[in-house]
């Protein structure tokens, strides 16, 4: 069956480390996105991707950034990680032709000491 | 711009009773709205959408939302609550055909036996 995986799902670091958490999909959308989960937030988006290539700035992009180098995978990495970056990460994918309609991975939890 | 609000951070319900999740958006634009549920520990599931079609919406499991323009509401009920719908639920709007999607900050909803 298709699916969408994160891994880690958990992960401990140290303020300052770069940190990359991967995403992969076996769907072949050609969308993907990374969101930020926090209590009282929601979800917000942080990084997304319309294809191969393709990266763009969401709302909370600042510290992140992301790379597309193929249509299944797109790795989230905190170049300097920060205790503010603690938070639940969500990577999502969709199709072109059904705008909104997310598949989610089961997200990666981060801790940032 | 745009923005939703859920009106209600923790509901909670008998089993076997029905549900209601209220949901107000505001959009520049013909809005999608959407519903999302996350089950503990797992990635989010798209429950079901609006895409200015039929103002009532049926979903999984159950569960249907209906469309309100003149009092910009999106409210998701269900006749009768299962233990399984024990899940933080999400109200989801973005402009008609865009990508970019504005997550409220969820509704827990509580299952009494």
């Known amino acids: 069956d298709a699916e969408i995986t994160q891994s880690p799902r958990h992960k401990i670091t140290e303020t300052g480390r770069q940190v990359t958490l991967a995403c992969h999909q076996t769907w072949n959308h050609n969308n993907m996105f990374w969101y930020r989960q926090d209590l009282g937030h929601g979800l917000r988006l942080i990084h997304y991707s319309y294809g191969v290539q393709d990266t763009n700035k969401g709302e909370v992009s600042d510290g992140y950034s992301v790379s597309r180098s193929n249509t299944e995978d797109l790795p989230l990495t905190l170049e300097s990680a920060a205790s503010s970056q603690t938070s639940v990460y969500f990577c999502?994918?969709?199709?072109?032709?059904?705008?909104?309609?997310?598949?989610f991975g089961e997200g990666s939890r981060l801790t940032v000491l | 711009a745009q923005s939703v609000t859920q009106l209600d951070s923790h509901v909670s319900v008998s089993e076997g009773t029905p549900v209601l999740l209220r949901c107000n958006y505001s959009s520049s634009y013909s809005p999608s709205l959407f519903w999302y549920v996350q089950h503990p520990n797992k990635g989010l599931q798209l429950l079901l959408k609006?895409?200015?079609?039929?103002?009532l919406v049926k979903g999984i499991n159950g569960f249907e939302a209906e469309f309100k323009k003149s009092e910009t509401s999106f409210h998701l009920t269900k006749p009768s609550a299962h233990m399984s719908d024990a899940a933080e639920y999400f109200c989801v709007v973005t402009p008609f055909g865009n990508e970019k999607l504005t997550f409220g900050t969820g509704t827990r909803l509580t299952i009494i036996p």
């Open positions: 609006y895409t200015s079609a039929a103002t």
């Open positions: 999502a994918s969709s199709l072109r032709d059904y705008p909104g309609e997310l598949f």
